[in-house]
């Protein structure tokens, strides 16, 4: 019996956000956009999650590794699909497991908005 990979499913588009906070305020739709990501996080066991997948070996996790953090699995597969709906993780299904990653812009963007604007 042969494995062969699904398509990947479509991750919601994830653009770098704004600038650093300390350069402008932001506007009510990067306000708006940023807040997704943040309500996402303010979770412990969605930041755990997002955590276990940033950090895991070769960049993605399979669903079966990252499920112990100590919440059902069906609230697992919650918290994994709202992460997902914030941009933040991006999923591929390959037979009956799933696979989640962390794209590299998701971090950039993230790190570029808290990080301290250069002065001249």
């Given at each position: 019996?042969?494995?062969?990979?699904?398509?990947?499913?479509?991750?919601?588009?994830?653009?770098?956000?704004?600038?650093?906070l300390s350069e402008r305020?932001?506007?009510?739709?990067?306000?708006?956009?940023?807040?997704?990501?943040?309500?996402?996080?303010?979770?412990?066991?969605?930041?755990?999650?997002?955590?276990?997948v940033a950090s895991h070996?070769?960049?993605?996790?399979?669903?079966?590794?990252?499920?112990?953090?100590?919440?059902?699995?069906?609230?697992?597969?919650?918290?994994?699909?709202?992460?997902?709906?914030a941009g933040l993780l991006?999923?591929?299904?390959?037979?009956?497991?799933?696979?989640?990653?962390?794209?590299?812009?998701?971090?950039?963007?993230?790190?570029?908005?808290?990080?301290?604007?250069?002065?001249?």
């Open positions: 019996m042969s494995r062969n990979a699904l398509p990947l499913l479509e991750p919601e588009a994830v653009a770098p956000c704004c600038p650093p305020p932001l506007t009510a739709e990067e306000a708006e956009r940023t807040a997704v990501m943040f309500k996402a996080l303010g979770d412990p066991v969605r930041l755990r999650l997002f955590s276990l070996e070769g960049g993605e996790a399979c669903v079966c590794d990252i499920s112990d953090v100590g919440v059902s699995q069906p609230t697992v597969s919650h918290h994994l699909k709202k992460l997902r709906e991006s999923s591929e299904r390959r037979g009956t497991w799933v696979y989640y990653r962390v794209e590299p812009s998701v971090l950039a963007a993230m790190g570029q908005l808290l990080a301290r604007a250069a002065t001249a």
